[in-house]
């Protein structure tokens, strides 16, 4: 699979992003899938994950309440809406696919070990 991440851009504190992510085929709606960033000097962190069925999700701690995590299986593609952005909000964003827990469609993983595609990545900056 290719996930091609895009949405990212520059935005002032307080302001909001959407970022998406298009998978390039079907197999889309059998995994788990989760959002993750990396700021310069960094190591790259979960933000968020979901389940493949979409109705469980999970946010890092620093972005609950800001960020959401959905996707829409009918055309293969994981969102981001981000809000109320920071300027800590600065990184390179990455979608991933995750396990496919053939088994629980309620399932989703925030390990970054559980994860085995990745797209490029979209540069978030968020000025002050």
């Known amino acids: 699979v290719q996930l091609q991440a895009s949405g990212g851009g520059l935005v002032q504190a307080g302001g909001s992003l959407r970022l998406s992510c298009a998978a390039s085929d079907s197999s889309f709606s059998k995994y788990a899938m989760g959002w993750f960033r990396q700021a310069p000097g960094n190591e790259r962190e979960f933000v968020a994950a979901?389940?493949?069925?979409?109705?469980?999700?999970e946010v890092a701690v620093t972005v609950k309440g800001r960020f959401t995590i959905s996707r829409d299986n009918t055309k293969n593609t994981l969102y981001l809406q981000m809000n109320f952005l920071r300027p800590e909000d600065t990184a390179a964003y990455y979608c991933?696919?995750?396990?496919?827990?053939?088994?629980?469609?309620?399932?989703?993983?925030?390990?970054?070990?559980?994860?085995?595609?990745w797209g490029q990545g979209t540069q978030v900056t968020v000025s002050s």
């Open positions: 991933a696919r995750g396990p496919p827990y053939t088994s629980c469609r309620n399932c989703y993983t925030n390990r970054q070990g559980d994860y085995h595609a």
């Open positions: 979901i389940s493949r069925s979409g109705d469980r999700t």
